[in-house]
């Protein structure tokens, strides 16, 4: 298995860190950006469309809690079972930068922010 490293390019448009999910460290998924099946995911969709590197870059809403393609239900449920915040993640993305969230990301080995 790969080791949990520090790479923006692993930061997945909705604010997860790919490069601590377990599927992609034992090479069983090529993190968001590159996973060409995932069409079926409306944010990475959208991100792709407007050529965004997350929802950060977004021009459209200020908050990403306000765009109903990073708000669905199903991102809702996924939240509150694994206690994950996306929305926190777009937060520190655009205060601190992608270098500093993929550093905090990587040396903390989170694949999200833990919800508070």
């Known amino acids: 298995m790969k080791e949990v490293t520090e790479n923006k390019t692993s930061i997945a448009f909705c604010g997860l860190y790919c490069g601590a999910c377990r599927s992609f460290l034992k090479d069983k998924c090529p993190g968001c950006k590159n996973n060409v099946k995932a069409t079926w995911c409306a944010v990475r969709k959208c991100n792709l469309e407007h050529n965004y590197n997350s929802c950060a870059d977004c ?3 200020s908050n990403a809690k306000d765009c109903m393609k990073f708000n669905n239900p199903v991102s809702k449920i996924f939240g509150f079972i694994f206690g994950s915040d996306r929305n926190a993640g777009i937060r ?5 930068g992608y270098d500093s969230f993929a550093n905090y990301m990587a040396e903390n080995k989170l694949q999200s922010i833990r919800r508070a």
């Open 92 to 96: 520190m993305i655009k205060e601190k």
């Open 59 to 61: 021009k459209e809403f």
